[in-house]
Nanobody, 118 residues
C-alpha cells in the first residue's frame, strides 16, 4: 500500500508558476506509474499528467507545453511544475499512483488547492 501527501498549492497570479510536490510512503513506490489529476468545482476530474516508471510521460491537452511531471524514486517524491498558469487551471490537484499491470490498484492523495487569480 502507498500513502500520498501533496503540498505546494496556493494562490498565484496569471502567468505565474507553482511546483506541487507529492510525498509517497509505503512499499514499492518505484514500480508504480504516477500521475496528477485535477477537479474544478462543477467539473469532472481531469487528467493532468502521468509518468511511468520507465520515464514515459503523457499530458492533458490543456496543460501541454506548460506543465512538467517528474519523479525522484530515491526520495519517493512526485512533482508537477506548472508554468504560465491560467485562471482555468484553478482546481484541487490530486497526486496518484497506479500499478503498471493492474490499474485497479491505485492510491490517491487528499488533494491540494491551486488558485490562479489576480
Amino acid at each position: 500500500q502507498v500513502q500520498l501527501v501533496e503540498s505546494g498549492g496556493g494562490l498565484v497570479q496569471p502567468g505565474g508558476s507553482l511546483r506541487l510536490s507529492c510525498a509517497a510512503s509505503g512499499s514499492g513506490f518505484s514500480i508504480y506509474a504516477v500521475g496528477w489529476s485535477r477537479q474544478a468545482p462543477g467539473n469532472q476530474r481531469e487528467l493532468v499528467a502521468t509518468l511511468t516508471s520507465g520515464g514515459t510521460s503523457t499530458y492533458g491537452d490543456s496543460v501541454k507545453g506548460r506543465f512538467t511531471i517528474s519523479r525522484d524514486n530515491a526520495k519517493n517524491m512526485v512533482y508537477l511544475q506548472m508554468n504560465s498558469l491560467k485562471p482555468e487551471d484553478t482546481a484541487v490537484y490530486y497526486c496518484y499512483v497506479y500499478h503498471p499491470y493492474d490499474e485497479s490498484i491505485n492510491y490517491w492523495g487528499q488533494g491540494t488547492q491551486v488558485t490562479v487569480s489576480s
